[in-house]
């Protein structure tokens, strides 16, 4: 399975991005979908996760909950992590990560990963 994030850049504190995960090589619904980030210098940490096939159940880090929204589109392959309020300390590579018939809530627990989309936040 092949994950390719895209959608970030650079953007005021108070602002919005919207990242995109595109998968390819599997099927799709079988696979819960989770997003990282890592700050540099930081370890790889959580930020949400959406379950398969529908994306009925999510979960968020305590530290995005009621800013960011995730979601998943299956007849695109697609997963989004809608991030509204960001702050400037949330400057990192966010990261998508697959696995089967779970969701990651941890790095350890992904069995695919993208290679990260770089997000900046200016105060």
């Known amino acids: 399975v092949q994950l390719v994030e895209s959608g970030g850049g650079l953007v005021q504190a108070g602002g919005s991005l919207r990242l995109s995960c595109a998968t390819s090589g599997g099927v799709f619904s079988n696979y819960g979908i989770g997003w990282f980030r890592q700050a540099p210098g930081k370890e790889r940490e959580f930020v949400a996760a959406i379950s398969w096939p529908s994306g009925t159940n999510t979960r968020y880090a305590d530290f995005v909950k009621g800013r960011f929204t995730i979601s998943r589109d299956n007849a695109k392959n697609t997963v989004q992590l809608q991030m509204d309020s960001l702050k400037p300390g949330e400057k990192a590579v966010y990261h998508c990560?697959?696995?089967?018939?779970?969701?990651?809530?941890?790095?350890?627990?992904?069995?695919?990963w993208g290679q990260g989309t770089q997000v900046t936040v200016s105060s």
């Open positions: 990560a697959g696995k089967y018939k779970n969701f990651p809530t941890r790095p350890g627990e992904a069995e695919y």
